[in-house]
């Protein structure tokens, strides 16, 4: 009996894990992520899938290089309000940014500040 309710919840945490590997493309990914969680590890668990692990985009999504996402024109209230509350199509045609779900506040920060750093490490496309 408990051995069932064991293998029920492993199945459920394979399920989740397959939803985010690489070889689905259409899968948002929903793994867990520690609270602590540095800004690259947010990054690749929650936007890499749509904007590219290397940030340069996927067909999911905009590059986070492209000088739209200049701090001048999408300043940091930008990203937290996309991330909140997603972003309708409006510069690109690559569909809506969902509501991004399972990011604290905090992590929200480091992820800000990772892309700010590697926009800056990396230049923006021209
Ligand atoms: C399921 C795909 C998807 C995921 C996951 C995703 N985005 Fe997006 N995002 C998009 C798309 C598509 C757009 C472009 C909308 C447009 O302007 O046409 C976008 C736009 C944005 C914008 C610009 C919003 C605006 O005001 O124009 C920011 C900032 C952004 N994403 C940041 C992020 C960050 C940070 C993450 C991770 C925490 C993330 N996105 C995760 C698909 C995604």
Redesign the pocket.
Known sequence: MNMRILGAGMLGLTLSVAACSSDDPAA??VAPLASDADGAA??QA??A???GEDLRGTD???S?LSIV?EPNH?GDN??R???RNG????????????V?ED?TDDQ?ER??AY?RDEQERLGFER
């Open positions: 948002v990914p947010v990054y929650r936007c899938s749509c904007h999911r999504g905009p986070q996402y999408h930008a990203y309000f996309a991330i972003a309708s199509q409006h510069h690109w045609n690559f569909g809506n940014m969902p991004i990011i929200i992820v800000i892309i």
